[in-house]
C-alpha cells in the first residue's frame, strides 16, 4: 500500500485526486492522511467526497474513511469499468474537478461522462479553461477527448451540465518547448445566466480594450441565457495560456473582464509555454505516457511540487524541477 502525506506541499485537494486516479489505473492500493490538514477546516469537503466516489464506481474500488471531514482514506481499486457515467456534485462543486480524478484512467478503455455541477466556480479550471487550453495539450500527446457544454453552473446553486466522451488513447510523450510560438489571437467567451445582456457586453468590451492596448487580437464570444443558476464570468485562453474572472453582487462586469485581461496577460508576458496551471494539471499525464515530456512554466508552484510528490510515490524518481529556468521534464513510465 503506497502511502501518502496529504498535508504535503500545498497540502490541498490535489494530492487527493492525483493520488485517486494514479490509484484506479496503476491498481495500486493507497491510504491519504493527514488530508488538508493545513486549511482552515480539515478533511474531506463535499467537492472530495464525489470524486472519491465517482472513483469508486468507476474502479470498483473498497474505499475506508469516505466521509464528510475524515482526514483519512484508504482506497483499493478493482477492476476499471468501461461505460456510461452520471454523476451529480448536488452542489456547484466543480466539474473539472471531478473531472481530475476520473479522467486519467478513463483513457485505459475509454468512457462517457455526463457531471452535473458548477461549470463556472472560484479555486477551479473553468470548463472553457479546460476544453480549450488543457485539452488542447492532451491532443498533442494523443490524447482524445470529446467534450460539450450542455448549461452553465454557478455558485451556490451550481446545475451546470457537461458532456464528455473519453477515447481509449496511447498517450505519447510530447516535447512542448520545441512547439511553443508566439501567438498575438487571444479567444474567449463572456457568459451570463439569468442576467442583462449588457453584462457579457461589458466584461467582453472591458477584457477587449486592454488586450487590443497591449497588442492582441482578441476574439471574445458573448453568450447570455436563462438557466437553473445566476452568475457570470469571462474565460480567455491563447495557446497553453488562460485567464478568467467570475462576476459577484456588486462587482461591476467591467472590473470582472479587467481582471481576466489582466490574468491572462501576466501569462503571456511570460516567454513560458504553460501557465502556472496547466503546469500542473498536465504532470499526471505525462507520467504515465510513453517517453519523454518537457516544458516550461510562468512560475513554480507548490502545487507542482506537490503532484510530483504523489507521482513520484507512484513511479519514483521521474520529474525534474529546475526552478531556474522554470522549466519541467517527466520521463514517462509508458503504462497507457
Known sequence: MIEIDGSYGEGGGQILRTAVALSCLTGESIKISRIRANRPKPGL????????????????????GLSFGSTEVKFKPGELKKGKFRIDIGTAGSVTLILQTILLPSFLHGNSFEIRGGTDVNWSPPFDYFKNVFLRALREMKGRVNSELMSRGYYPKGGGLIKVDVEASDFRGFQFIDECRK??????????????????????????KILISKGYNPDIKNEAGEGFSTGSGITLWCGYKGGSSLGERGKRAEIVGKEAADNILAELESNACFDEYLADQLMPFAAIAEGKTAYTTSKITLHQKSN???????????????????EIKIKGVGII
Open 45 to 64: 469537503a463535499m467537492q472530495h467526497l464525489k470524486g472519491i466516489e465517482a472513483a469508486k464506481f468507476v474502479s470498483n474500488a473498497e474505499v475506508e
Open 308 to 326: 510530483a510528490y504523489v507521482i513520484e510515490s507512484f513511479f519514483g524518481d521521474i520529474i525534474n524541477i529546475n526552478e531556474q529556468k522554470k
Open 183 to 208: 501567438d498575438a489571437h487571444v479567444s474567449g467567451v463572456s457568459h451570463c445566466l439569468n442576467l442583462p445582456r449588457h453584462v457579457v457586453e461589458r466584461q467582453s468590451n472591458s477584457a477587449r
